[in-house]
């Protein structure tokens, strides 16, 4: 008679067999001594195992609401649909800006010159790539960037059309006059960014409001800021690399902490550099998530990622007591660190 | 259906938090990570939730090292620069007997191969052998081979690792 293997003793004592294996084991069970201490043995084994287990469970908290959950995953999919409409209005923000940038650059360029003589060491303007015929003038705002206020900004012209765009159903209706919808436009573009930088807690997403200049309170909300309003509510020199475009500053603060700030900057090439600085739990807390939605979006979603422009791989960051800063931005690792370290040493010199 | 997930959700939460908290090792990221899958699992509405919320959960841990292993790279890359190390909160007294005795059982749990341990672990959350079998592509006849083979690793290498502290403790 042959005797029950172990892991078959196994397979009994976790309730995985059928009806019939069991009847078989018992059977065998009844009349085999040896096997019988077999058994006891796994099922001390077993025990064990449990308790060593049990040992390793982390402190007990209390579980959130199921609702609470319900609601979160009501904002998720509602992102979601945002998140697609605010690619299509940050590509038609690409297009509206090449135009309108081409255009003053035909029609003024003795005040372009000025303009970005006298702000060299501001980084204020986009660099936008000329179109060569335009056909529509757009005038740029300065609601489209943070520019100084004394800053001569290329005269607003009246526009004969509105530039090709998508408008969504909250936006206000299209007139003659393009400013709005070169408002809107940027709005469009920094909830696209938003989308990107912070795709986990999407109830940011939706709650986001134009952007506010005076200091009040959002409590885990990111906020986007002229330069000089960043400026101030950091009360110190915002992180930057000196020399390059800004394109964007948003804040997170919770009360009684350290801001969290990005700072988006753009190449003449194109690319996207993000400069990250705030408590150290903070940005690398930011770091992950954002490599794990990309993850998601990719495996899970089966879609492309809407990330494209922020790839978490190229990000580097450095920690200086509780403070950590980070730059994300699809270079060359050396060119990261190269950057980091100039910037840490031009902070520390201040 | 609603329901069937909110079920699922009172009586697994704490076995996913604990399951991913045997990966990541750190308790809020744990319940942040365990949350996060529910939120999906609700948007969207797997057909076999218990065993899809382990398979996110298994996957969310490993995306989740990875990450640490790549910041950890980036902060050594820059270890010339001034690095300030994070503060450690010296433990109570009482806990300190109690982070031992986890110490030695994660120590046990890394003798593991990293298949035997997922299996484990999977077990040790509440799947059953065809669910275990599905997640990992063994077979279901090799889920008990797997569990005995586990199951004998860790006791050894605990009882060894309690042996060996023994030994130490008399002749010092």
């Not at chain 1, 998720?76 to 945002?82: H, P």
């Not at chain 1, 007591?321 to 660190?337: E, V």
């Not at chain 2, 997922?118 to 799947?127: F, Q, V, Y």
Request: proline share 6%; glycine share 4%.
């Amino acid at each position: 008679m042959r005797h029950i293997p172990e892991d078959e003793l196994h397979a009994y004592l976790d309730q995985a067999l059928s009806r019939n294996q069991c009847v078989e084991i018992e059977s065998h069970l009844a009349d085999c001594h040896s096997c019988q201490a077999t058994r006891d043995g796994i099922a001390a084994l077993r025990d064990r195992t449990t308790a060593l287990l049990a040992r390793l469970a982390p402190p007990r908290s209390i579980s959130p609401s199921y609702e609470s959950l319900r609601r979160r995953a009501d904002v998720v999919v509602s992102a979601r649909r945002r998140r697609m409409r605010a690619v299509a209005w940050a590509a038609s923000l690409v297009v509206a800006v090449g135009l309108g940038y081409g255009a003053s650059v035909l029609h003024r360029p003795g005040r372009v010159t000025t303009a970005a003589s006298s702000t060299s060491a501001q980084p204020t303007t986009f660099a936008a790539k000329s179109s060569d015929t335009p056909r529509t003038l757009t005038p740029l705002t300065t609601t489209d960037r943070p520019v100084r206020q004394d800053t001569p900004a290329p005269a607003p012209r009246t526009a004969e059309s509105s530039p090709p765009t998508v408008r969504t159903a909250n936006a206000s209706p299209p007139t003659a006059d393009a400013a709005p919808a070169a408002a809107d436009s940027s709005r469009a573009h920094r909830e696209s960014v938003l989308a990107v930088l912070d795709p986990v807690p999407a109830v940011e997403l939706t709650k986001l409001d134009p952007p506010r200049e005076s200091g009040e309170e959002f409590g885990g909300m990111w906020r986007t800021l002229s330069w000089d309003g960043a400026q101030a509510e950091a009360g110190k020199p915002l992180p930057h690399i000196d020399g390059l475009p800004i394109m964007q500053v948003q804040v997170q603060r919770a009360e009684g902490t350290r801001p969290l700030m990005v700072v988006a900057q753009q190449l003449t090439s194109g690319q996207v550099i993000r400069t990250i600085e705030g408590s150290a739990t903070d940005v690398s807390q930011l770091l992950s998530r954002r490599q794990m939605s990309d993850v998601d979006s990719v495996q899970l979603r089966g879609t492309t990622r809407v990330a494209d422009t922020i790839n978490a791989d190229h990000a580097m960051a450095m920690q200086l007591g509780d403070r950590m800063l980070a730059i994300t931005g699809d270079l060359p690792s050396d060119s990261l660190r190269a950057m980091i370290r100039r910037m840490n040493a031009e902070m520390r010199s201040k | 259906m609603t329901d069937d997930l909110e079920h699922l959700y009172q009586t697994t939460y704490t076995a996913v938090v604990r399951f991913l908290y045997r990966k990541v090792w750190d308790a809020e990221r744990a319940e942040d990570l365990a949350q996060e899958v529910f939120v999906r699992a609700l948007s969207h509405r797997p057909d076999k939730p218990r065993a899809w919320v382990f398979a996110v959960a298994a996957n969310l841990a490993r995306d989740e090292a990875r990450a640490a292993v790549r910041r950890r790279r980036h902060l050594t890359l820059l270890k010339g620069d001034p690095i300030a190390q994070p503060t450690v909160t010296p433990a109570a007294d009482d806990t300190v007997e109690h982070d031992e005795q986890m110490a030695s059982v994660q120590e046990a749990l890394n003798v593991l191969t990293p298949r035997d341990r997922e299996i484990l672990l999977l077990w040790d959350a509440g799947l059953s052998y065809p669910e275990i079998a599905a997640q990992t592509g063994l077979a279901v006849g090799a889920v008990g081979t797997t569990l005995a083979r586990a199951r004998r690793r860790l006791v050894d290498a605990h009882d060894r690792q309690n042996s060996d502290t023994g030994t130490n403790a008399a002749h010092s």
